[in-house]
């Protein structure tokens, strides 16, 4: 048996599949970082033992299943919802404003009643109610 004396040690170390690795998780990082999730930015309130002696106005908004609006069970449309919301506002600046949307209404008109809310600076809650009841 010969033992071959010409060889050269390996000291060399193929870094492809590193790299090729390296470049996928490259990618895949800059994928999740700069991709962003739209919607809309709620601040869940934080709760409190102590019970609330303060009593301030509520409305009750429904949205029906038709596109309509209900407030506090009047008919409304949504350029008079926001100026009654502006004047309960004005009476109190605490009041809040409960939304209520029918399972079978359009959810884009349900985000209409939100962005209102929103945009007058309305305390709201939306409202929901259990599956099959």
Request: aromatic share 4%; with cysteine.
């Given at each position: 048996?010969?033992?071959?004396?010409?060889?050269k040690?390996?000291?060399?170390?193929?870094?492809t599949?590193?790299?090729?690795?390296?470049?996928?998780?490259?990618?895949?990082?800059?994928?999740?970082?700069?991709?962003?999730?739209?919607?809309?930015?709620?601040?869940m309130?934080?709760?409190?033992?102590?019970?609330?002696?303060?009593?301030?106005?509520l409305?009750?908004?429904?949205?029906?299943?038709?596109?309509s609006?209900?407030?506090?069970?009047a008919?409304?449309?949504?350029?008079?919802?926001?100026?009654?919301?502006i004047?309960?506002?004005?009476r109190?600046?605490?009041?809040?404003v409960?939304?209520?949307g029918d399972?079978?209404?359009?959810?884009?008109k349900?985000?209409?009643?939100?962005d209102?809310?929103?945009?007058l600076?309305?305390?709201?809650?939306l409202?929901?109610?259990?599956?099959?009841?």
């Amino acid at each position: 048996m010969q033992v071959n004396t010409d060889s050269k040690p390996y000291d060399t170390i193929n870094v492809t599949p590193m790299l090729d690795l390296a470049y996928v998780l490259l990618v895949v990082f800059i994928l999740m970082t700069t991709a962003s999730i739209q919607g809309l930015t709620i601040s869940m309130p934080k709760p409190s033992n102590k019970p609330s002696t303060e009593k301030h106005d509520l409305k009750v908004v429904q949205v029906m299943p038709d596109g309509s609006l209900l407030l506090n069970g009047a008919g409304v449309s949504l350029g008079e919802l926001e100026a009654r919301l502006i004047e309960a506002q004005g009476r109190d600046p605490k009041m809040s404003v409960a939304i209520k949307g029918d399972a079978a209404t359009q959810y884009a008109k349900v985000i209409a009643v939100v962005d209102l809310c929103n945009r007058l600076g309305v305390n709201m809650g939306l409202v929901t109610s259990r599956i099959g009841s």
